[in-house]
């Protein structure tokens, strides 16, 4: 399984970006997929999840309602909408994948079985 995440950049506050993270190496179909963050100094945050079909979706208290996760399956892409955001947005995103946990611990990085390379995210007040 490989994971690529892009569409990080600079931004200022209120602004948008759209982050995509692209699945390849195996069907998908029973997987999920989640966007964490990172600080330095600091420990991966959840951001968002979503399960392959699109059927259920969570996201972090901090960004509902601003970000919006997606799964297009004819691409094999993931993508999160974030808007309105905040200099306290900047970080690293990472898109990650699993199989192996139930929906319940989407929120933990741990669960996670790959892990894409992180795109940087910065938000100038």
């Known amino acids: 399984v490989q994971l690529q995440a892009s569409g990080g950049g600079l931004v200022q506050a209120g602004g948008s970006l759209r982050l995509s993270c692209a699945a390849s190496g195996r069907a998908f179909s029973d997987y999920e997929i989640g966007w964490f963050r990172q600080t330095p100094g600091k420990e991966r945050e959840f951001v968002s999840a979503i399960t392959w079909s699109g059927r259920n979706t969570i996201s972090a208290d901090s960004v509902e309602g601003r970000f919006t996760i997606s799964a297009d399956t004819g691409t094999n892409t993931v993508l999160l909408q974030a808007t309105r955001l905040r200099p306290e947005d900047t970080a690293v995103y990472y898109c990650?994948?699993?199989?192996?946990?139930?929906?319940?611990?989407?929120?933990?990085?741990?669960?996670?079985?790959?892990w894409g390379q992180g795109t940087q995210v910065t938000v100038s007040s």
């Open positions: 990650a994948a699993t199989h192996t946990t139930k929906w319940r611990y989407v929120r933990y990085a741990k669960k996670y079985d790959f």
